[in-house]
Structures are given as C-alpha cells and as structure tokens.
C-alpha cells in the first residue's frame, strides 16, 4: 500500500518539472517570410542607346509579416534596386523600406463571405497601383500611373479597408503625406485617395468569365506647396480614374482611363498654371492552349498592352508605349517572359524618354 503515495508523488514531481520546462521552452514567434525578384535581360533602348545589351536586376521585395497580439500584425517590406540618383548616399545596389506598417482587424461579421473592416498605419500601399497590379505582371513593366508619376505606389499615412459581404468587393480610402516612399515630407498638405472595387458577379456560380469581373473607379483630392509661397494656399494635385477587368486563369483583359490635373507656379512667379493630361491603357494575359487543349490553364501565354498619354489635353502632343510577348511558366512560382517594348512621343515635349524600342527577357520569381 507504500508504493501508491510514492507513485502519486513522483507523479506529481514529474508533472510540476514538466510545466517548469515549458515554460523556460521559447515559442517561436510565427514569422511569415516572402518575396519577388524581377530581373532581366534588355538589347536596346533610347534612339542614343539602341545597342545597349545588358542584364539587370530590376527589383526585389522581401516581405517579413508577423503578429503584434491579437488581431494586429506588422509588414516589413525592403526594396532592392540599384540606385543611379546623382548626389545620393550610395551609387550600387542598396536596399530601401517600401513598406512598413501596422494592420489591425479591427471587426469582422460572422457568416458565408462576411464584411470586414481593417485598418493600417505607417508606410504602406496607395489605393490604386496595389489593385492594378493585382492584374498587370509588374515583372513586365509598372502600371501607367505608376511610371508617369501619377501616384507612388507606397506612401506614408493611415487608411481604413472595408470589405463588403457576399464577395461584393472593397471600399479602400486613406490619407497619405503625397510625397511617396521615396521622399520625406516637404510641406503641412495632405493627400485623401479613395478607391471602390465592385465585384458583382464573384459570388455566382454560372456566371464564367464574368465571375472575375471588377469595376474600380477611384479618386484622389491632393495639393503640394506652392514654390512661390510656402505658406500659402496648395496647389492642386488631383487624380482620377476608373479600371475595369475580368481576371481568369486563361484570360486577363483591362481596360482604365486614369487623369491627373496639376497646379503649378514658379518661386519667381504667383501665377498658377493648371494642367489636366490623361492616359488610355488596354492590356490583355490570355493562356490560348488551355482553350485549345479545354483545361483551365496552361504555361504558355500571350501578352499585349497599349498605353497612350496626353501630359496636356489641350495640346496635340503624346506618347504611345506598344508591349508584346510570351510568357512561360517554368512552375508555379517561377514565369519568364519574352517581350518587345516600343515607346514613341508625337509632338511630345518632355524630359521622360520617348524613344524606346527594345527587346526583353524577363524572369519574375517568386517565393
């Protein structure tokens, strides 16, 4: 009858020394870790650089993700590229924060496809770029408003999501200090930028390749200083556009019209000049031999894109940049794309290049 209060016991020290090595046992903190890698090969260019032959790296984004307690998470994403700004730091390849921001699920409603609302702090994605790439392939090339410098793609600020019920779409409006990732602030005025994506048809089980289909009008109301008096009034610095695609495993096909109407003056000068340009994009992804072949995709695609932009509507001038190729995907996570780029300005007065004719090769890996 001994042996039962010295089982009971040692039982007792074996459960308390259990606990005590848990406890001194670290957790793992539940780190997500990704990225992309955009690279490429280029032969031409500018009329002044039609032989140029080079490889390049054009960008790679490293996103750390991880928990901040319940409902927060915070997103860590670096940028890598070679920095060829005259009179900066460091002329090479460098690394720099794109994002860096705090996101708070804040509510979300029970049920099938439920209503959400979320909110997110610090450096983090614009509105408009971050929908557009979710159908163009950055690897290729940015997106219009992107390389025109309608918008940066990440600036500082504070922005609330909401997403609607019955796979509906999103509502997305912040506002963001105007200057992008790339600059500090420069002056007290603000951006409001305010994008609503409608989906009407993702929640229907017939509807075929309108099931992708999403209607993204979005607006921004800005002003910067003005060069001739700091303190005074803004400039105006307001942006427009809508963007309508249908996004399916075989086929993608876009179609946006996005305008930019800018104020401007001198530090020599009080008067404003207003400046309203504009540009059409139409691109389209189509995989031909999942038609073919009457599977839902297929590695092989074709892609075509057309942009043509007035800096000013109420001059002649404009530029047209022409893209055509193939891509193939070499996995699921790997995609190489052959393509030919062709930029031509008409009566186009601008510092940008407007004369580009060159033939790529582009491996957009992610992982």
């Known amino acids: 009858m001994r042996t039962l209060p010295r089982l009971a016991l040692a039982a007792a020290l074996a459960a308390a020394g259990a606990v005590r090595a848990a406890a001194q046992t670290p957790v ?7 990225g992309v890698i955009y690279a490429d090969w280029q032969n031409g260019g500018t009329k002044a650089q039609r032989a140029l032959n080079k490889f390049d790296l054009t960008r790679a ?13 915070v997103r860590v994403t670096t940028d890598v590229l070679n920095n060829t700004a005259p009179g900066t730091y460091y002329k090479g390849w460098t690394a720099r924060i794109k994002y860096a921001f705090m996101e708070w699920a804040a509510w979300k409603d029970t049920g099938t496809d439920p209503a959400a ?9 614009t509105p408009e770029i971050d929908m557009m790439e979710s159908f163009w392939q950055r690897g ?87 060069n001739f008096n700091a303190t005074g009034p803004g400039l105006q610095q307001d942006l ?44 389209a992804i189509v995989r031909p031999l999942a038609y073919l072949n009457g599977t839902k995709t297929n590695p092989w695609s074709l892609v075509v894109r057309g942009d043509q932009y007035k800096p000013d ?55």
């Open 117 to 125: 609302l979320t909110f997110r702090f610090g450096l983090e994605q």
């Open 240 to 283: 427009w556009g809508v963007h309508v695609g249908i996004k399916d495993p075989r086929l993608t096909v876009v179609g946006e019209y996005d305008s930019r109407t800018n104020g401007a003056d001198t530090p020599t000068n009080a008067t404003v000049t207003t400046t309203t340009g504009a540009v059409y994009s139409a691109f």
């Open 61 to 73: 984004y490293l996103n750390f993700i991880m928990p901040a307690g319940d409902n927060v998470t």
């Open 28 to 34: 793992a903190t539940p780190l997500k870790f990704s």
């Open 140 to 226: 290729i090339t940015n997106t219009p408003i992107d390389y025109l410098g309608f918008v940066p793609s990440s600036d500082l600020g504070a922005t609330a999501i909401v997403t609607l019920p019955g796979k509906q779409g999103q509502i997305y409006g912040g506002v963001y200090n105007g200057s992008g990732y790339g600059a500090v602030e420069t002056d007290r005025f603000k951006n409001v930028n305010v994008r609503f994506s409608w989906t009407p048809l993702a929640g229907s089980k017939d509807a075929g390749y309108l099931k992708g289909l999403q209607i993204s009008p979005y607006y921004q109301k800005g002003y910067t200083a003005s």
């Open 313 to 367: 509507n109420s001059k002649s001038g404009y530029q047209r940049y022409l893209i055509g190729g193939v891509g193939y995907d070499i996995n699921s996570k790997v995609t190489a794309y052959a393509d030919y780029q062709d930029v031509e300005g008409h009566n186009f007065a601008t510092t940008a290049p407007s004369d580009i004719k060159a033939f790529f090769v582009h491996f957009v890996i992610g992982f």
